[in-house]
């Protein structure tokens, strides 16, 4: 019906008998409509679909949809096709959601809106939808956002063709003749290879075909090497000999072991190291992609380079490596992605599927502030528990804080004080707070503003803003400790240093009365500027407990150790 969408009888559920019979006059309209058998006669295709489609049937609904759109030779009527694509999304059919987010792609009878149809292609995709997979990728190489941008195309590419969609195909040869140049989204085929696509309904794959050749290999056979050495008598230098023959050879794991050795031995050699973290990153080994990713990074033992970084994080990433997952979606929700939440939760989602407890945590912070149009605060903290099981201290805080608030989980003095003491324990500072919070209001503790001045400063050694500025105020005022002015400035300064909003404004108020430190108009507006800006690197809480959108995408939690 239009070469920019795959649609055929069978795509969507037909649940029940009147369903199927609902699907012989949308097969016999599409014949019609297409010439299948029959002479062409559009007209008569749109009475069997407006037939159909008035009794219910999905398929025809978004047939009808389609053809009351321009070019298609029939008079156009937009108002109809939202219609229709309302009702069939309604019903929660896939191609419905998809046609949704193509209304919204190419601004039909309405402005283009690029970001709403993002969300309904990503709905689409979650039921299965080729159409929703072709035209996010579309979407996404329309604006650019390909390579260390956007990793994920190649992928959806690959769905939609595994799944019939004729275009995606032409698109995916048309990747593979071209390679990019700064991001091979190829894996590296050798020169000359192409793609060899399965023509049954069997699981899709990957199949690569040599130069010349009908027959599938996977690029290069297994190397030939010796044996490794063995017996006691095998001695280190036997053994990095025999690890040097293995890698020259061509065997992936030695050059990926060659790299580790020369990196972290008692004399490290950078040089080689490298050289043999690249064999075997080029030769497809994920875990050194991604070491690659944090060296670049990082910029440690060479010049950092965010692009190559990123390069090197995202082939790892496709590999299936979650470390390099949680990292690219820990990025993605960054200012130099443009806080791209759709792609940092398919990455982060990625990661949790490996049980990745950094991953849980961040991607449980992402629905609890909000971020996620299908899932709720309810199933981010359904995460944050299992990653706080899973021993994440940042995990742990939060839900101690959770149970102390009463905020999504039921207030618990009991779990408050268990999560809340196990992420301190660890040295968390926001557990540490909490648990100060716990003794200041007797929650599941006896109260006790030792205890609670006790883990103040313990949360404000541990870098916690909101601790130093609680504590900064008691020193001022003398409030469970004894008053002590110069103390108290240095907390309250380290607090508004770390973005802690209150403490600015603190500092503002000081600076203009000038009863503890001299007055200084200069200084007062410079951390009002500051302050009006929401200049804030930790996240700031409402009255409800809720984490702030805006601040939270400031804060991230658990950035991934680059520099190791």
């Known amino acids: 019906m ?53 009794k219910g049937c999905p398929n025809s609904m978004v047939a009808l949809a389609l053809i009351l759109a321009p070019s298609q030779g029939l008079t156009a009527d937009w108002r109809r096709t939202h219609e229709l694509a309302n009702e069939a999304a309604a019903k929660g059919y896939p191609n419905g959601i998809w046609l949704k987010g193509y209304i919204a792609k190419c601004g039909w009878g309405c402005d283009p809106d690029p970001a709403a149809a993002k969300r309904w292609f990503n709905l689409a995709i979650k039921l299965g939808s080729r159409n929703a997979m072709y035209d996010l990728a579309d979407l996404l190489e329309g ?111 030695s050059q990926a072991w060659l790299g580790r050795h020369y990196r972290w031995s008692d004399a490290p050699d950078h040089e080689r190291s490298q050289h043999w973290l690249e064999r075997a990153a080029e030769g497809g080994d994920a875990a050194t992609q991604a070491l690659l990713g944090f060296d670049f990074m990082g910029g440690i033992t060479r010049p950092q380079d965010r692009e190559q970084g990123l390069k090197w994080l995202h082939m790892s990433a496709h ?29 982060l989602e990625k990661a949790v599927e490996q049980e990745h407890p950094y991953a849980m945590t961040l991607l449980g912070h992402c629905y609890v502030a909000g971020l996620s149009d299908w899932f709720s605060p309810t199933d981010g903290a359904s995460l944050l528990v299992r990653a706080a099981e899973m021993g994440e201290a940042e995990a742990q805080a939060e839900i101690g804080f959770m149970h ?18 196990a992420a301190a324990e660890q040295g968390n500072g926001e557990g540490m707070f909490e648990l100060a919070q716990l003794h200041a209001e007797g929650f599941g503790v006896e109260a006790s503003v030792e205890e609670h001045v006790h883990w103040l400063e313990l949360a404000a050694e541990a870098g916690k803003g909101e601790a130093a500025h609680y504590l900064g105020l008691r020193y001022l005022t003398g409030d469970g400790v004894d008053r002590d002015p110069a103390r108290a400035m240095v907390l309250i300064d380290q607090a508004a240093n770390s973005g802690h909003l209150f403490a600015m404004w603190k500092l503002v108020e000081l600076y203009k009365v000038g009863d503890v430190i001299p007055a200084d108009e200069a200084s007062a507006a410079e951390w009002a500027r500051r302050a009006r800006l929401g200049a804030s690197h930790v996240p700031q809480r409402s009255q409800a407990g809720t984490i702030l959108k805006a601040d939270f995408l400031r804060v991230r939690p658990n950035p991934p150790q680059y520099a190791f």
């Open 319 to 347: 590999g299936g490596h979650a470390p390099a997952q949680y990292a690219l979606g820990w990025e993605y929700l960054g200012e130099e992605f443009g806080r791209d939440v759709l792609t940092a939760i398919y990455w």
């Open 404 to 421: 102390r608030v009463g905020r999504i989980l039921p207030k618990d003095p009991e779990l408050a004080l268990k999560w809340s003491r």
């Open 2 to 54: 239009t070469e920019t969408f795959s649609f055929a009888e069978g795509d969507g559920p037909s649940e029940t008998a009147s369903d199927r019979a609902m699907e012989t006059p949308f097969a016999t309209g599409f014949r019609h409509w297409d010439g299948q058998g029959v002479p062409v006669d559009k007209e008569k295709a749109r009475a069997i679909f407006e037939e159909a489609a008035a």
């Open 143 to 253: 604006e650019g956002r390909l390579a260390c941008i956007n990793g994920d195309v190649l992928d959806l590419y690959k769905g939609a063709a595994g799944l019939g969609h004729e275009e995606a195909r032409k698109r995916l040869d048309r990747f593979y003749e071209n390679p990019f140049a700064d991001f091979d989204m190829c894996a590296r085929l050798p020169e000359g290879a192409k793609i060899s696509m399965p023509d049954d309904d069997r699981p899709f794959d990957w199949q690569w075909v040599s130069p010349g050749s009908s027959t599938p290999d996977r690029r290069t056979p297994a190397p030939e090497f010796p044996p490794p050495p063995s017996g006691d008598e095998c001695t280190d230098e036997q053994y990095l000999t025999w690890r040097l023959a293995a890698a020259e050879a061509g065997d992936v794991e």
